[in-house]
């Protein structure tokens, strides 16, 4: 069965510093992945997705993500936080193969203090 | 284009009532996939629907019910209303309905059972 670890529901950083938000996933078959945003009040925007092209995705809003096999990772990052990225992001996983559910992590909820 | 347009946007019920939340996908989707979160719980997958027909369901009992016309439009029921079942319901289209498909989300109705 496909999981989705999220470590941290909460993330603090200062604004022009690095975010790093840590997904790691199970799956019994090579996974799709995906990074999405939630507003206050809104529904989820995509972020990106990892779909077995690159293992470095870009998304949009300077966000990135790196797929780790090994590590069964799929951390995303943005070099310099903005008081406009602070929101809840969720990550979360598909098989390939399969249909398109998405079994989803709880969500890491990014403060950005000025 | 317009996007995932749900209704209504915010509703309150009472226990035992039933109630019916309503989808319009994105212009040529053909998949529509219901998802309930709450802060218990997260995300957590209802049911999804491709060409009027249900290919894949959650964990939920069968008070959650739902279906797909012919215009792609989607609606869910759920009946017999319990207080836990207040949550934030999000409908999401893709295209095919294929894992690895981008998946986008409508703005959720908020459902409150008192």
């Known amino acids: 069965a496909q999981s989705v670890t999220q470590l941290g529901s909460h993330v603090s950083v200062s604004e022009g510093a690095l975010v790093l938000l840590r997904c790691n996933y199970s799956s019994s078959v090579p996974p799709y992945l995906f990074w999405y945003v939630q507003y206050p009040n809104q529904g989820l925007q995509l972020l990106l997705k990892?779909?077995?092209?690159?293992?470095l995705v870009k998304g949009i809003n300077g966000f990135e993500a790196e797929f780790k096999k090994s590590e069964t990772s799929f951390h995303l990052t943005k070099p310099s936080a903005h008081m406009s990225d602070a929101a809840e992001y969720f990550c979360a996983v598909s098989d390939q193969g399969g249909s398109e559910k998405l079994v989803f992590g709880k969500g890491t909820k990014l403060t950005v203090n000025p | 284009k317009a996007g995932v347009t749900q209704t209504p946007r915010y509703l309150i019920k009472t226990r035992g009532q039933q109630v019916t939340l309503s989808c319009s996908p994105i212009s040529g989707h053909r998949s529509v996939s219901w998802y309930q979160q709450t802060p218990g719980q997260g995300l957590q997958f209802l049911f999804e629907y491709f060409s009027e027909t249900q290919r894949n369901k959650g964990n939920f009992p069968g008070r959650f019910s739902g279906r797909q016309f012919s215009n792609s439009r989607s609606e869910m029921n759920v009946s017999t209303l319990e207080l836990g079942d207040s949550a934030l319901y999000l409908c999401?289209?893709?295209?095919?309905?294929?894992?690895?498909?981008?998946?986008?989300f409508g703005e959720g109705s908020w459902l409150t059972v008192v």
């Open positions: 999401a289209s893709s295209l095919q309905g294929i894992s690895g498909n981008t998946i986008y």
């Open positions: 990892y779909t077995s092209a690159a293992t």
